[in-house]
Structure formats: C-alpha cells, structure tokens
C-alpha cells in the first residue's frame, strides 16, 4: 500500500474503505479467507485503528504538498510561502488619519509629531515630513486598536513647531484593523505579482498595495489624450486608498508611474528624492503626488420578516446587527438581494420579504443593486437597517 503518490496532478491519497479493504485482503492472505473481521471483532476493530493512522499520516502529506502552493497553504506555512514574493502579513495596525497642516514657511515635522484629538487621544507622525508654505497632507496614528475621530476633531498640536498656522482633520480617522487573515494575505499575495509589472498600472496597483496600513485601494488609468469621464487628466492617474501614510503613498507613486503621467486627486502628498549628481553631489527632487481618500457612503436596508410561528418574537435588533456587518470592498456593489444571507443567518423563525436598500437621505428605494461612484465605500450601520416585523 503506497503513501501518497505525487502525481502531475497533485498528490493521490487512499480513501478510509481502501486502506481498509487493502489490509483486511493482507490478513486474509496471512490466515486464510475465513478469518473473522467484522468491525466488532479483534481484527476488524485492529484493521480500522491502523486504517485511521495511515489515513492520518496520507492527510499530513498531502497537507504538507498542499503548504508550498500560496493559495492554499495556512497560517505560519503561508507567511513563509509569501517571502518569494516580497511581501509579509500584515499585523494589527494603529487607528490613521490625514491632516491638513498650514504653514507660513518650508519646515520639517520630525517623527514624533503629536496632535490631540477633542477626547485627548494622541496622533503622531511615524516618518519625517518636509512641508511647503501653505496646506500640506500630512498621516498620523493613533495607538493600536479602533479608535474613531470625527471630521476636524484632529485640531490641537501638543508638538508646537514655528511656522505651522493650524492642523486638521478634513475626513474621519480610519479605524486600525485586526491582523492579516489567510483569506486577505492570499488574495494581496496574488496581486503582488504586479509589483515588478512594466505595465504602469499593476506597478503602481501592487506597490501600494503593500504598504503599512492600507485596507482598500483602487487605481484608474486614463489612456487618452483628453481628460475622461472620471476627470483623469490625459495619460493620467486616479489613485483612491484607504489608509497608508500620504508620504509613503506619494513615494510609490512618484517611483512607479511613468513620467508626464498627471494625477486626479484632492490630497498632496510629498516625496522628496536625493538625486546624485556626476560629481557625487547631492540634490533634492520634490515630488508633490495627488490622490483621494474613498467616499464613505452610508446605506440603509428595510426588510420584512413575518412570524412563523405568531408566538415567537423576532430578533429584529439581532437581524439588523447582522446585516450591518456585511463589509464592501472599494467601489463594490451592492446587489440587494444578497443580503438575505445576513437577514437568514440570525434564526429560521421568519420569512423575510421586500428586502430594499437606499443610499441614506436618497428618496427612492431599489430591491435590484446600488452601484457605486468608482471612489465610493459603503458600509451599512445597525441603527440604519429596519426590519419590518409581521404577525400574521
């Protein structure tokens, strides 16, 4: 009986019933035909132990033969299978925002650059930033964990530098996430790939995507020699990322798209680039690269559930819990009735109907999909979902 044999085709592994009819007809031909292995006898009972440790010892194999393909090993063999990509888990990353920094000179924020928010939570800096006079983007993190700040709540510099006027938040903070989970490192692992891309787009695509802290991200490319519909400028670029720090976003993007390609995008990020000349002089190339955060947009979902059984309450908080933890990737659809999976998965005592969604404060309602604007991120609150509850 072979273990596993590796095949073009993957590993070939013995069922439970072949391994046990394999050494059932072994004992046979040991002590004649006659000999007793029903399960309930000492042989049978024998055979089926050593059947489920070979079974055990073929499953660890092909788990292992399994480990060296990226798309389906897990946990510690995947972090090793990922380093032939250039890339690593990401672990828990902190609570970010951007800030808008006014200034009345060229200066330089150090790391350790620290602004309160209005409930005393810290925001700091974690790379240098050279700052031009005017407004400039600058990121900073909170300590690890989800901690929220509301739009220009960001305002009160603990870190007091000459020649900035006032800081701000123009948008939320983004909240810090959990670490990387196998189904997230696989799918970035595969986008890695266009990290050494010549093509503009999946070099520019995968280098951000590797960045600390980043969560979404799209990248638009404008081929013509006219602005488009997206309002790209000609051969352009439109890059919308939730999360990453504004001048390590500004560095992949200088170094990764081709020259004279302009960019969409309402935040300045800043790269400065040490250029060496001939004569082993240093200069420095100022790169001020634009991009935009997404838009996050709030659903709400109403549903009807009518009781099955008239004596049983349903759990409309709870269903309404569980739709709001439906999650979208930038720019996805919502196809409405996909939601039923959320509404089900609460209990069986109901049947739900009319389920409909809506952008909050649009009037009109649509059972079929919500498209979104291609920098648009939804996200559905619990305290926007209404279930309507029938007794029949």
Do not use: C
């Not at 060229?106 to 309160?116: M, P």
């Not at 349903?314 to 039923?340: C, D, G, H, M, N």
């Amino acid at each position: 009986m072979d273990l596993p044999r590796i095949t073009p085709e993957g590993p070939e592994v013995l069922t439970f019933d072949e391994i046990y009819q394999h050494l059932a007809d072994g004992l046979r031909g040991i002590y004649g035909s006659d000999i007793n292995l029903e399960p309930d006898s000492p042989d049978g009972q024998r055979i089926a132990i050593i059947s489920r440790l070979v079974l055990g010892e073929q499953a660890s194999a092909a788990a292992l033969y399994e480990d060296f393909d990226p798309d389906h090993a897990l946990g510690r063999a995947l972090d090793r299978a990922i380093k032939y990509a250039g890339i690593r888990r990401k672990t828990a990353s902190r609570s970010q925002a951007d800030l808008v920094v006014e200034t009345d000179r060229s200066l330089v924020l150090e790391a350790g650059y620290t602004v309160e928010d209005a409930n005393g939570n810290e925001w700091s800096t974690q790379v240098d930033a050279d700052l031009a006079p005017g407004a400039n983007t600058i990121t900073v993190f909170s300590e690890f964990g989800s901690i929220e700040a509301e739009t220009g709540t960001i305002n009160d510099p603990v870190t007091i530098i000459r020649g900035v006027i006032s800081v701000s938040n123009p948008a939320p903070a983004v909240s810090g996430r959990e670490p990387e989970m196998d189904g997230q490192l696989r799918q970035r692992r595969r986008d890695s790939v266009a990290v050494p891309s010549v093509a503009m787009l999946g070099s520019v695509y995968g280098n951000l995507a590797n960045l600390d802290g980043v969560t979404q991200l799209a990248v638009y490319e404008n081929k013509l020699a006219v602005t488009d519909e997206l309002g790209i400028p000609p051969h352009g670029v439109w890059v919308v990322i939730q999360g990453g720090d504004a001048t390590e976003i500004a560095r992949v993007m200088a170094q990764t798209k081709h020259g004279g390609a302009s960019e969409k995008g309402d935040i300045f990020g800043i790269y400065d680039e040490e250029i060496e000349r001939p004569d082993g002089s240093v200069y420095i190339h100022r790169h001020s690269m634009r991009f935009d955060r997404p838009t996050i947009t709030d659903l709400e979902i109403r549903v009807t559930a009518t009781r099955l059984d008239v004596e049983e309450p349903i759990p409309t908080q709870a269903i309404a819990e569980a739709v709001a933890e439906r999650t979208f990737r930038l720019a996805q659809t919502l196809k409405v009735t996909s939601l039923y999976r959320e509404v089900y998965s609460v209990d069986n005592t109901y049947h739900a109907t009319n389920l409909e969604a809506r952008r909050k404060g649009e009037q009109d309602w649509t059972e079929e999909s919500v498209v979104p604007l291609p920098d648009e991120l939804f996200q559905i609150d619990a305290d926007d979902v209404e279930v309507v509850e029938v007794i029949p």
